[in-house]
């Protein structure tokens, strides 16, 4: 089974413009998750998608935003870039079981933004 | 809040010894809880996943266990080797999917 692949790997843009980063899930699984890596804050939530429906929202401003398609695919896009946004952005997916049962959540190798 | 803390910050072992790596969080109400490793500038490898109702979970040479009540888990890994070598994230698994992570144990076994 093929794993979570992320597109593109790298990336680099000016500030004030705007970036989509996208992922797609092993087959199969229906949730998706972004992350933020940073050396300074570590790794941070940043939003899950589940069957099409944003489930959960970490404490990100508006400027991020992420979405999902039908066959389970998602993307993430962060507007009006600043320099601090300059991070691996990783997203990760999952089975997800019935209620109070989860199931492992798998990374992809992520994309690494550089914002100048 | 939860918050997850990871102790110790670093370790550096020599081939063969057995090794504890610490994770605490502050609210005992989670759906799971999660070991990663991840190596350098590369995404996370998903090594252990414990869930709220379990004590423990191994896999050959990882066992870790988790105590809710006192907000602890403990990740052993056994008989090291240089291809351990890596950070170790543990993250709390909370509704929607969301993991809280702590900030990795960097893991250094010399050969």
Request: a positive charge.
């Amino acid at each position: 089974k093929a794993g979570v692949t992320q597109t593109p790997r790298y990336l680099i843009k000016t500030r004030g413009q705007q970036v989509t980063l996208s992922c797609s899930p092993i087959s199969g699984h229906r949730s998706v998750s972004w992350y933020q890596q940073t050396p300074g804050q570590g790794l941070q939530f940043l939003f899950e998608y589940f069957s099409e429906t944003q489930r959960n929202k970490g404490n990100f401003p508006g400027r991020f935003s992420g979405r999902q398609f039908s066959n389970s695919r998602s993307e993430m896009n962060v507007s009006t870039l600043e320099l601090g946004d300059s991070a691996l952005y990783l997203c990760a997916s999952s089975a997800l079981r019935g209620q109070g049962r989860t199931d492992t959540q798998y990374f992809g190798p992520g994309t690494r933004l550089t914002v100048l | 809040k939860q918050e997850v803390t990871q102790i110790p910050a670093a370790l550096s072992v020599p081939e063969g010894e057995n090794l504890v790596l610490n994770c605490s969080f502050t609210d005992s109400a989670i759906y799971n809880l999660q070991w990663f490793r991840q190596d350098p500038g590369k995404g996370l490898t998903s090594l252990l996943l414990i869930q709220s109702s379990q004590r423990e979970q191994t896999s050959g040479r990882l066992n870790a266990s988790l105590d809710k009540s006192s907000g602890r888990s403990t990740l052993y890994i056994a008989a090291s080797q240089p291809g351990d070598s890596a950070t170790y994230l543990c993250a709390v698994g909370e509704y929607g999917n969301k993991l809280v992570f702590g900030a990795g144990t960097i893991l250094r076994v010399k050969s």
